[in-house]
């Protein structure tokens, strides 16, 4: 039997310590000394190891060789063979070259990695020796044979090979080793392709295989049903991506399987359905199945309930769906059972109670939903149980925990609907280590019950609406991680163990001063932001040499900033920002790491401190909001790292620097508003490529507006790609853009406290505050509030990522760029108090993002473009004083108006209706006319004794008719006669 290889690794790497450390004890001498025995040191480390050299020999004698390739090799250094290489300090075979003509680099490099250490066996013939394994420095084993002349009796002695990066054995003849092959162990190496590379199918004996930790790829084959005696296979951290025939398959073929581990794979399989019968699995005997980290999907398997002896089952982390069977709690010999990080919903199986071995039980990040079963507390032997992340609401009582005597991680997490109901007086049986029960209600006061938790390291208690003050014993405890943000805690701030490594107690209303003997806490980060902490800033803060992460932001905190604040170098982020801080900034920022300083909204005063420019890795700086002045130092030039420059709301003045170049490629977010800065906009700026938010607002720039702006990349195609190690959850950056201020935070669901960071909006003089926003996503060029002249740059409309464009309050004139169009993603242009002219290009009109504009106090001409979006917009403030616009918004009729269009063809059917209806109706009244008209005469045409008599009657009439109208003028003409007269 061979030795266990950790056994062999840990052999090696003494036997290569001590042999280091011998070569260095030889190193110290006379450097003439070293330079003379240089050559002779060289060849008398070169000497061929005799286990080594026996390993070759054997070699040469187990193989035909007709080429007499390997003819050389004689006498006692094999370090001098042909073809064989040695290191020349340990004198370890690194490479054996049979093949004459390898391909080398210029640099006289391999090129090829399967001539790198052990090459090819072409046109030779014989048995492969098992010594081999001795050759423990070898990398790459090519033992690969298409002509099919070499065999393999036992491949057990490559498990032996440690420093082994390739493996292949293709065309080889192993069938005569399947009853002496049973363990193979080829883990942590660079093995590629499918599996048949690695091994054959013909090595039905195998027992133990493990591949883990290697790119294998493909699938795993169906003639794996044939390895009938396998008892452990551990294919851990490959690229397989599915097994053909299903798992169902490959585990009934399998009786003596115990132990199958496949996790962090790419299977994509549904495991859920089953070919054929399962009463195949009466006789099973595995123990272990690992799953997780893979892509499979479906439902869980009913099928699993024939595995009565499985102990260990992960198939966290997958795709599954659907309710968990209540199956699973007929699993008698269950003690590790993790179900996280799937679509898993319903609720928790009662069934679960019956689980008597389970000692870990992992739900977390699923959809489950529900009372947790009261049957959980009957888990006598559970240690861990984490239940974070889901929707499970109800109570949660002592009954729960009545026979939890051994837990020890509990992690109830993120689940709102959440109420935990426990005693004053209640002392659990448990004692735990880690307490996690985030956005949980556990009452109005610190939980009573937590202080028999002696043993407890960890206690995480965030939005759990707790309040009041906090109680006098913790500062008895011992943990050291406590975060209790997010509630409603009040008093001073309490003594805390000293041992704490992490602190938060942000988003409380913790007040009073911070205590003197705060720096007694061993702690590394340190949240006590957003409270109501008054008073300055103890010098025994200083005395936290650990201290890496302080945030102090966001309280009322007054006076200076202490000196002593030099001797903390291991901080790499300090917030200090919205106190009442004033006085300068230290000057000592020479040795430090900080990669985040946030100083902002105070009342500091004075100039930049020139050591600052020692922040080689700052990524983001946040001074605005205070009283700053005086020009920006030339050391800051040296803070190439930047991807966050704020300096917004201060009183700097002077020229913008030239040194922002090409060397800031990192900077995304330049803020400069509401300084004193004068002279031109410095063409530089545009070969800050990666800048997303330009802002030069409210300052004293004179000259035009620099074409090449438009050629800033960040602002053309914007991508969404972060740098990882920018925690942009945590930064604002305030921002107008839509007429109002605005702070962007990234709303991103990682570790980091993303949900910390004030949103600030002024609107109409009110400050409003949010959280939540998306910086990455804002585009913003805001040059407005300045003396600048010239037209607005056609090149600006290049810039097609653009969210907001403020140019307002300048001395700008000329036209509007015709291809303002072109920015599609235009949420908020402003252009007003300036002295543009021309018409308003219909581009606008076809902006459909385009919620905020203001055009007004210019020259422009003619009438308002007309659109579907731009007519949302019916403010008539957003055109005030342009006297020579026109437009129905502005109630002024344009003196050229084009006459009015045809009606539109969506009205047409309903014109043509109202057309048929008139010619209805005038119809209907000829028809009626003829009708009577005919009706009558036609009468008097036939009837003669009518037609007299209507005739008479119409005579007699008439003469009447005369004789009356006689009768009254002779009348009149009476009356008028004396008149006359």
């Given at each position: 039997?061979y030795?266990?290889?950790n056994?062999?690794?840990?052999?090696t790497?003494?036997?290569?310590?001590v042999k280091k450390?011998?070569?260095?004890e030889?190193?110290?001498?006379?450097t003439?000394?070293?330079?003379?025995?240089?050559t002779?040191?060289?060849?008398l480390t070169?000497i061929?190891?005799?286990?080594?050299?026996?390993?070759?020999?054997?070699?040469?004698q187990?193989?035909s060789d007709p080429?007499?390739?390997?003819?050389?090799?004689k006498?006692?250094?094999?370090?001098?063979?042909?073809?064989?290489t040695c290191d020349r300090?340990?004198g370890h075979?690194?490479e054996l070259?049979?093949?004459p003509h390898?391909?080398?680099?210029k640099?006289g490099g391999?090129v090829?990695?399967?001539a790198?250490?052990?090459?090819?066996?072409?046109n030779?013939?014989?048995?492969?020796p098992q010594?081999?394994?001795?050759l423990?420095?070898?990398?790459?084993?090519?033992?690969h044979?298409?002509d099919?002349?070499?065999?393999?009796d036992d491949t057990q002695w490559?498990?032996?090979?440690?420093?082994?990066n390739?493996?292949d054995?293709s065309g080889?003849?192993?069938?005569?080793?399947?009853d002496?092959m049973?363990?193979l162990?080829?883990?942590y190496?660079?093995?590629?392709g499918?599996?048949?590379?690695?091994?054959?199918h013909n090595?039905?004996?195998?027992?133990?295989?493990?591949?883990?930790w290697?790119?294998l790829e493909?699938?795993?084959?169906?003639w794996?049903?044939?390895?009938?005696?396998?008892?452990?296979v551990?294919?851990?951290?490959?690229h397989?991506?599915?097994?053909?025939g299903?798992?169902?398959?490959?585990?009934?073929?399998?009786?003596?399987l115990?132990?199958l581990?496949?996790?962090?794979?790419?299977?994509g399989?549904?495991i859920s359905?089953s070919?054929g019968?399962?009463?195949?699995f009466?006789d099973n005997?595995?123990v272990?199945l690992?799953l997780?980290?893979?892509f499979?999907?479906?439902?869980l398997?009913?099928?699993?309930?024939?595995?009565t002896l499985l102990?260990i089952?992960?198939?966290?982390?997958n795709f599954f769906s659907?309710?968990?069977?209540?199956?699973?709690g007929?699993?008698p010999?269950?003690?590790?059972?993790?179900l996280s990080?799937?679509?898993l919903n319903?609720t928790i199986?009662?069934s679960f109670g019956?689980?008597r071995a389970l000692?870990?039980?992992?739900l977390?990040?699923?959809?489950?939903?529900?009372a947790i079963?009261d049957?959980?507390g009957?888990?006598?032997?559970l240690?861990v149980?984490?239940l974070?992340?889901n929707?499970l609401?109800?109570?949660i009582?002592e009954?729960h925990?009545?026979?939890l005597?051994?837990?020890?991680?509990?992690?109830?997490?993120?689940?709102d609907n959440l109420?935990?109901?426990a005693?004053?007086s209640?002392?659990?049986p448990?004692?735990?280590?880690?307490?996690?029960?985030?956005?949980?209600k556990?009452?109005?006061?610190?939980?009573q019950?937590?202080?028999?938790q002696?043993?407890v390291?960890d206690i995480?208690l965030f939005?759990?609406?707790?309040s009041g003050a906090l109680?006098k014993?913790?500062?008895?405890m011992?943990?050291?991680?406590?975060?209790?943000?997010f509630n409603?805690?009040t008093?001073?701030?309490?003594?805390?163990?000293s041992h704490?490594?992490?602190?938060d107690?942000?988003?409380?209303?913790?007040s009073?001063?911070?205590?003197?003997?705060?720096?007694?806490i061993y702690?590394?980060?340190?949240y006590l932001?957003?409270n109501?902490?008054n008073g300055t800033?103890?010098s025994s803060?200083?005395?936290?040499?650990?201290?890496?992460d302080?945030?102090?932001?966001y309280n009322?905190l007054?006076?200076s900033i202490?000196?002593?604040?030099?001797?903390?170098l291991?901080?790499s982020d300090?917030?200090?920002?919205?106190?009442?801080?004033?006085?300068?900034?230290p000057?000592c920022?020479?040795?430090?790491r900080?990669?985040?300083?946030?100083l902002?909204f105070?009342?500091l005063?004075e100039?930049i401190?020139?050591?600052?420019?020692?922040?080689y890795?700052l990524?983001?700086?946040?001074l605005?909001?205070n009283?700053?002045?005086g020009?920006?130092p030339?050391?800051l030039s040296?803070c190439?790292?930047l991807?966050?420059?704020?300096l917004?709301?201060n009183n700097?003045?002077?020229?913008?620097?030239?040194w922002?170049n090409?060397?800031?490629?990192l900077?995304?977010?330049?803020?400069?508003r509401?300084n004193s800065?004068t002279?031109s906009?410095?063409?530089?700026?545009?070969?800050?490529s990666?800048?997303?938010?330009?802002?030069m607002?409210?300052?004293?720039f004179?000259?035009?507006?620099p074409?090449?702006?438009?050629?800033?990349s960040?602002?053309k195609?914007?991508n969404?790609?972060?740098?990882?190690h920018?925690?942009w959850?945590?930064?604002p950056a305030?921002?107008?853009?839509k007429?109002?201020?605005n702070?962007y935070?990234?709303e991103?669901?990682?570790h980091l406290?993303w949900?910390r960071?004030?949103?600030v909006e002024i609107?109409k003089g009110r400050?409003?505050?949010?959280t939540k926003?998306?910086l990455?996503?804002?585009?913003?060029?805001?040059?407005s509030?300045?003396?600048?002249i010239?037209?607005?740059p056609?090149e600006l409309?290049l810039?097609?990522?653009?969210?907001g464009?403020?140019?307002?309050?300048?001395l700008?004139f000329?036209d509007i760029p015709?291809?303002?169009?072109?920015?599609?993603s235009?949420?908020?242009?402003?252009l007003a108090?300036?002295?543009?002219?021309?018409?308003i290009?219909?581009?606008?009109?076809?902006?459909?993002f385009l919620s905020?504009?203001n055009?007004s106090h210019?020259?422009?001409t003619?009438q308002?473009?007309?659109?579907?979006?731009?007519?949302?917009?019916?403010?008539p403030s957003?055109?005030a004083?342009n006297?020579?616009?026109?437009?129905d918004?502005?109630?002024?009729?344009?003196?050229?108006a084009e006459?009015?269009?045809a009606p539109n063809?969506?009205?047409?059917?309903?014109t043509h209706?109202?057309t048929?209806?008139?010619?209805l109706?005038y119809?209907v009244?000829m028809?009626g006319?003829?009708?009577?008209f005919?009706s009558f005469f036609?009468?008097?045409h036939?009837?003669?004794?009518w037609?007299c008599a209507?005739?008479?009657?119409v005579?007699q009439?008439?003469?009447?008719?005369c004789?009356?109208t006689?009768?009254?003028?002779?009348?009149?003409?009476?009356l008028r006669?004396?008149?006359?007269?």
């Amino acid at each position: 039997m061979y030795r266990d290889g950790n056994e062999l690794c840990l052999e090696t790497d003494t036997v290569k310590g001590v042999k280091k450390k011998e070569v260095q004890e030889s190193f110290q001498v006379d450097t003439f000394y070293i330079s003379l025995n240089y050559t002779l040191f060289l060849n008398l480390t070169s000497i061929c190891i005799e286990q080594e050299r026996e390993a070759l020999l054997q070699l040469r004698q187990g193989l035909s060789d007709p080429y007499r390739l390997l003819s050389s090799w004689k006498g006692e250094d094999c370090c001098k063979w042909k073809g064989v290489t040695c290191d020349r300090v340990y004198g370890h075979v690194i490479e054996l070259q049979l093949i004459p003509h390898t391909i080398r680099d210029k640099n006289g490099g391999i090129v090829s990695p399967m001539a790198h250490n052990f090459s090819m066996f072409g046109n030779l013939h014989g048995t492969v020796p098992q010594q081999l394994g001795n050759l423990t420095e070898l990398q790459v084993l090519d033992l690969h044979d298409d002509d099919g002349d070499l065999v393999i009796d036992d491949t057990q002695w490559v498990s032996h090979l440690r420093s082994l990066n390739y493996l292949d054995i293709s065309g080889l003849k192993i069938a005569r080793a399947r009853d002496l092959m049973q363990y193979l162990d080829l883990s942590y190496n660079f093995l590629k392709g499918t599996i048949a590379n690695v091994i054959s199918h013909n090595m039905t004996s195998l027992q133990h295989l493990n591949l883990s930790w290697n790119s294998l790829e493909s699938s795993i084959p169906t003639w794996f049903d044939k390895f009938t005696s396998l008892v452990d296979v551990n294919l851990e951290e490959n690229h397989f991506l599915s097994i053909e025939g299903g798992l169902f398959s490959f585990l009934k073929s399998k009786k003596d399987l115990k132990s199958l581990r496949l996790g962090s794979n790419l299977i994509g399989d549904d495991i859920s359905t089953s070919q054929g019968i399962s009463s195949g699995f009466i006789d099973n005997n595995l123990v272990c199945l690992t799953l997780d980290s893979n892509f499979l999907r479906g439902s869980l398997p009913n099928w699993l309930v024939h595995f009565t002896l499985l102990r260990i089952l992960w198939l966290s982390y997958n795709f599954f769906s659907g309710p968990i069977p209540e199956i699973i709690g007929a699993l008698p010999n269950l003690v590790a059972l993790d179900l996280s990080g799937n679509q898993l919903n319903g609720t928790i199986p009662s069934s679960f109670g019956q689980l008597r071995a389970l000692q870990g039980l992992c739900l977390y990040n699923n959809h489950l939903s529900g009372a947790i079963p009261d049957s959980l507390g009957e888990l006598s032997q559970l240690s861990v149980l984490h239940l974070f992340g889901n929707s499970l609401g109800g109570a949660i009582s002592e009954t729960h925990f009545s026979n939890l005597s051994r837990l020890q991680y509990l992690d109830i997490s993120n689940n709102d609907n959440l109420i935990f109901k426990a005693e004053h007086s209640w002392i659990p049986p448990f004692q735990l280590k880690i307490i996690r029960m985030d956005s949980c209600k556990i009452g109005s006061t610190f939980p009573q019950w937590m202080r028999t938790q002696v043993e407890v390291d960890d206690i995480s208690l965030f939005n759990a609406s707790i309040s009041g003050a906090l109680p006098k014993w913790l500062g008895n405890m011992t943990f050291n991680h406590f975060n209790l943000s997010f509630n409603q805690i009040t008093g001073p701030l309490p003594n805390i163990s000293s041992h704490c490594d992490i602190l938060d107690l942000s988003y409380n209303l913790i007040s009073g001063p911070l205590p003197a003997h705060i720096g007694e806490i061993y702690a590394d980060t340190l949240y006590l932001n957003d409270n109501f902490f008054n008073g300055t800033i103890p010098s025994s803060l200083c005395d936290m040499s650990n201290l890496s992460d302080l945030n102090l932001g966001y309280n009322e905190l007054s006076g200076s900033i202490p000196d002593c604040w030099c001797d903390l170098l291991k901080l790499s982020d300090l917030n200090l920002g919205g106190n009442e801080l004033s006085g300068s900034i230290p000057d000592c920022w020479k040795g430090f790491r900080l990669s985040h300083l946030t100083l902002s909204f105070n009342k500091l005063s004075e100039v930049i401190p020139s050591s600052i420019g020692s922040l080689y890795q700052l990524l983001t700086l946040h001074l605005n909001g205070n009283r700053l002045n005086g020009e920006l130092p030339l050391a800051l030039s040296n803070c190439t790292s930047l991807i966050i420059l704020d300096l917004g709301e201060n009183n700097f003045s002077g020229s913008i620097p030239t040194w922002f170049n090409e060397s800031f490629f990192l900077l995304k977010i330049m803020r400069l508003r509401e300084n004193s800065f004068t002279g031109s906009i410095p063409p530089q700026l545009c070969s800050l490529s990666g800048l997303q938010i330009l802002d030069m607002a409210m300052n004293n720039f004179t000259g035009t507006i620099p074409r090449c702006l438009g050629h800033i990349s960040g602002m053309k195609n914007f991508n969404q790609d972060i740098p990882s190690h920018l925690g942009w959850n945590r930064e604002p950056a305030v921002e107008i853009i839509k007429g109002r201020y605005n702070a962007y935070t990234k709303e991103n669901l990682s570790h980091l406290n993303w949900n910390r960071e004030h949103v600030v909006e002024i609107m109409k003089g009110r400050y409003d505050e949010y959280t939540k926003t998306v910086l990455q996503l804002v585009v913003n060029l805001d040059l407005s509030s300045n003396n600048l002249i010239g037209p607005i740059p056609k090149e600006l409309t290049l810039l097609t990522g653009m969210h907001g464009l403020n140019l307002s309050h300048n001395l700008l004139f000329g036209d509007i760029p015709i291809g303002i169009g072109d920015i599609k993603s235009l949420e908020s242009l402003d252009l007003a108090n300036n002295h543009l002219s021309g018409t308003i290009p219909k581009g606008i009109s076809v902006l459909t993002f385009l919620s905020h504009l203001n055009l007004s106090h210019n020259n422009f001409t003619g009438q308002i473009p007309k659109g579907n979006q731009i007519q949302t917009l019916d403010d008539p403030s957003i055109y005030a004083g342009n006297p020579l616009l026109c437009g129905d918004l502005l109630r002024r009729k344009c003196p050229s108006a084009e006459a009015p269009q045809a009606p539109n063809t969506s009205y047409s059917e309903d014109t043509h209706e109202e057309t048929k209806l008139k010619l209805l109706f005038y119809l209907v009244i000829m028809l009626g006319f003829a009708t009577g008209f005919w009706s009558f005469f036609g009468v008097l045409h036939f009837k003669k004794d009518w037609r007299c008599a209507y005739f008479g009657f119409v005579d007699q009439a008439i003469v009447k008719a005369c004789v009356v109208t006689a009768m009254k003028v002779a009348k009149l003409k009476r009356l008028r006669q004396p008149s006359s007269t």
